[in-house]
């Protein structure tokens, strides 16, 4: 039995919009890697509590759900099935109004410590792809590879419209970047595990790159990292 730090993690960090979610699943399906998709996490929490009519601030209520709910990742569907005590939630958890309850709740120290064992536990052998905001500096800061990948704030709120109008949720441009905007200024000030690279990441600007080009410098820097 392997011990944990010997099992290879990937960790991809950066803002919403910045390719992550596509890339780095690709990147675990390449490597027949498990995949961590860490903001579901927070959505899920922040779903859930809403559902339960838990105040979104209310850290100790909010950190003893997080130990509570039973959260499954379907390893046959398609990547965006998450199973909340058995229902399907998938699609509910990505609109824009669980993206900002996430960034709220996720602000919580009490609810960022209680949901660190849960994100740990997903490092199984053969090995790992974690993605989200504080993956290569707080959760798994002994990871093999620590990618960092940002776009500017246009182009992310570009990739986000595009996204929602595929799946006929109509928006306006000006509103996504302006929750972009929120969001990041959320994420990147919170005093705690805010958004920011590691010291010892590479990173990955995709504003010019198309997802073809992103995983194909991505395998180069993945590649420099597990085999120096
Ligand atoms: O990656 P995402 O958009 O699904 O994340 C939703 C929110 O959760 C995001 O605003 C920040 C927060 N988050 C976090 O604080 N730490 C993580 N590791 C992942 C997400």
């Known amino acids: 039995m392997p011990t944990e730090s010997s099992i290879p993690v990937i960790t991809i960090d950066g803002p919403s919009g910045s390719g992550k979610g596509t890339i780095s699943r690709m990147l675990a ?4 890697f498990h995949f961590l998709d860490s903001g579901a996490l927070y959505r899920l929490l922040a779903f859930a509590a ?3 009519g838990i105040a979104l601030d209310d ?3 909010l950190a003893a759900l997080s130990g509570e709910l039973d959260i499954r990742f379907p390893a046959d569907g398609d990547g965006d099935r998450v199973l909340l005590d058995g ?3 998938g699609d509910a958890i990505r609109t824009e109004a669980a993206g900002s309850g996430a960034s709220r709740v996720a602000v919580l120290p009490a609810v960022r410590e209680a949901l660190l064992d849960r994100q740990r536990r ?8 974690a993605d989200g905001r504080d993956m290569g500096t707080v959760v798994f800061p ?3 590879a620590k990618i960092f990948l940002t776009a500017s704030a246009e182009e992310r709120a570009r990739r986000r419209c595009k996204q929602l109008n595929e799946k006929r949720i109509l928006v306006k441009f000006e509103d996504v970047l302006a929750d972009i905007q929120v969001r990041d200024e959320r994420d990147a000030s919170r005093s705690v595990a805010p958004l920011q ?5 590479d990173l990955l600007d995709t504003s010019e790159l198309d997802i073809p080009a992103t995983i194909e410098r991505l395998r180069d820097l993945v590649n420099n990292r597990l085999n120096p």
């Not at 690279?197 to 990441?201: E, R």
């Open 197 to 201: 690279p590691a010291q010892d990441a």
């Open 122 to 129: 997903f490092r199984l052998v053969p090995g790992l792809v």
């Open 142 to 144: 002994d990871a093999d």
């Open 59 to 61: 850290e100790s209520a």
């Open 50 to 52: 809403q559902r339960r």
């Open 29 to 32: 399906r390449e490597l027949g």
């Open 87 to 89: 229902e399907d939630v």
